[in-house]
């Protein structure tokens, strides 16, 4: 069950950064105080760190390296 929820989450997840709308908002310099792809690859790396952490569980669970 946690190996299902886990991937469905981090689905959502990837959906949600992908889709969503990032702020463009610039300094008075003109220059951009955040960049959008920069917070997608964080949140792209965060959710692949959950996908490693819910099949390492999984596999831990099952014990395949007994």
Known sequence: M???AGLLV???A???ITVKSYPMDYD???NLLV????MMDDGYGDIGKMIGFVIA???EKIRLFD
Request: with cysteine; proline share 5%.
């Open 14 to 16: 990837v959906f949600y």
């Open 10 to 12: 981090c689905c959502a």
């Open 2 to 4: 946690l190996l299902l």
């Open 35 to 38: 960049d959008p792809q920069k």
């Open 57 to 59: 569980r999984f596999v």
């Open 28 to 30: 008075a310099e003109g």
